[in-house]
């Protein structure tokens, strides 16, 4: 499985990104997906997971209310929309396929891991 998250960029803060994430099979569609991130000197951290029926995304405290989880299962397909962006949202963020079809915040639930797009707020 290949997942290929792109989307990323530079941004004031205040303003939104839309990021992708596409996954090469379809055997995604069954599966939870999330993002996560590292921030520059800091540890990956969990960012939103949304299971494989899609619905209500589950997410960190952190950016609660701002960025939004969905998936097009058709696609093979998931997006985190960020609004409201903030310059402690710099980080290279990461999707990954979840184990099972559930929403999970652990990390090692996840099994495939996609290569990371950039997202840099300024202030």
């Known amino acids: 499985v290949q997942l290929q998250a792109s989307g990323g960029g530079l941004v004031q803060a205040g303003g939104s990104l839309r990021l992708s994430c596409a996954t090469s099979r379809r055997t995604s569609s069954n599966n939870g997906m999330g993002w996560f991130r590292r921030a520059p000197g800091k540890e990956r951290e969990f960012v939103a997971a949304?299971?494989?029926?899609?619905?209500?995304?589950i997410y960190a405290d952190s950016v609660k209310g701002r960025f939004t989880i969905s998936r097009d299962n058709a696609k093979n397909t998931v997006y985190l929309e960020m609004n409201s962006l903030k310059p402690e949202d710099t980080a290279l963020y990461y999707c990954?396929?979840?184990?099972?079809?559930?929403?999970?915040?652990?990390?090692?639930?996840?099994?495939?891991w996609g290569q990371g797009t950039q997202v840099t707020v300024s202030s």
């Open positions: 949304i299971g494989w029926r899609g619905g209500d995304g």
């Open positions: 990954a396929v979840a184990l099972s079809s559930a929403a999970t915040s652990y990390a090692d639930r996840y099994r495939y």
